[in-house]
């Protein structure tokens, strides 16, 4: 799911910041493994908890100056998150938190609100499912920005590091220079264009 944001994103050209909300129920620590995963390809990452305020600082400091679409599924806290750093806003909230539960929507439409004259927060309502709308199989891998350095040296400069022989992302993966959970999610993204694309 966040490599499909990911993939959203980097092929509009925004900048992207990976929040990780609600560390205030973690148990296990992981969300700092997923944190680092992030940070090594180059991502900023936000741990952050409306509950403790931790990361709220942070988050406000990547906000301030910019236009920013605040996007992920339901109940993952972003109209929460909005509130809590510009308390005022009282954007509505869901009542569950409960980890599990998928969310019942809360934002129904997608909001501008000016903060400054130069801030501008857009809350959404929370996607379920987000499709790689327009972006071509050989394209994909370009948004997948790690593997650049060694997409650049495949065999065929329309690779898409699947079945292709002299396949150097392969390779990385193989060496482990590139993380295999990002290459799945690169083959079932990818995946999902193929059908696509047979109409
Ligand atoms: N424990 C905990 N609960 C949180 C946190 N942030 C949000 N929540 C709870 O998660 C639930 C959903 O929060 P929302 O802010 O409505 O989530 P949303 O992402 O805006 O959801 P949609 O508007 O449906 O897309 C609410 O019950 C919040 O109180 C957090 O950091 N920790
Ligand atoms: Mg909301
Ligand atoms: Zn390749």
Redesign the pocket.
Do not use: Q
């Given at each position: 799911m966040i490599d499909r944001f990911i993939v959203a994103g980097e092929s509009s050209h925004l900048n992207i910041v990976i929040i990780i909300?609600?560390?205030?129920?973690e148990e296990e620590n992981i969300s700092e493994e997923w944190a680092s995963l992030y940070r090594e390809i180059g991502y900023k990452v936000i741990l952050?908890?409306?509950?403790?305020g931790d990361g709220i600082e942070e988050l406000k400091n990547e906000i301030i100056g910019n236009k920013n679409i605040?996007w992920?599924?339901?109940?993952?806290?972003?109209?929460?998150?909005l509130?809590k750093i510009f308390p005022g806003l009282n954007?509505?909230?869901?009542?569950?938190?409960s980890f599990t539960d998928k969310?019942?929507?809360?934002?129904v439409t997608s909001k501008m609100i000016k903060i400054a004259s130069d801030t501008y927060v857009i809350?959404?309502?929370?996607v379920r499912e987000i499709d790689p709308f327009g972006i071509k199989k050989k394209d994909l891998g370009h948004y997948f920005i790690e593997f650049k350095p060694f997409a650049e040296n495949c065999r065929f400069n329309t690779c898409t590091h699947y079945h292709e022989p002299g396949c150097e992302v392969v390779k990385a993966v193989e060496n482990n220079e590139i993380s295999e959970v990002r290459y799945d999610s690169y083959l079932r993204i990818l995946k999902t264009i193929e059908e696509d694309i047979i109409y």
């Amino acid at each position: 799911m966040i490599d499909r944001f990911i993939v959203a994103g980097e092929s509009s050209h925004l900048n992207i910041v990976i929040i990780i909300n609600k560390i205030d129920l973690e148990e296990e620590n992981i969300s700092e493994e997923w944190a680092s995963l992030y940070r090594e390809i180059g991502y900023k990452v936000i741990l952050s908890s409306k509950v403790s305020g931790d990361g709220i600082e942070e988050l406000k400091n990547e906000i301030i100056g910019n236009k920013n679409i605040f996007w992920g599924h339901s109940g993952v806290g972003k109209s929460s998150l909005l509130n809590k750093i510009f308390p005022g806003l009282n954007l509505e909230i869901g009542e569950i938190s409960s980890f599990t539960d998928k969310g019942t929507h809360k934002t129904v439409t997608s909001k501008m609100i000016k903060i400054a004259s130069d801030t501008y927060v857009i809350d959404t309502p929370g996607v379920r499912e987000i499709d790689p709308f327009g972006i071509k199989k050989k394209d994909l891998g370009h948004y997948f920005i790690e593997f650049k350095p060694f997409a650049e040296n495949c065999r065929f400069n329309t690779c898409t590091h699947y079945h292709e022989p002299g396949c150097e992302v392969v390779k990385a993966v193989e060496n482990n220079e590139i993380s295999e959970v990002r290459y799945d999610s690169y083959l079932r993204i990818l995946k999902t264009i193929e059908e696509d694309i047979i109409y």
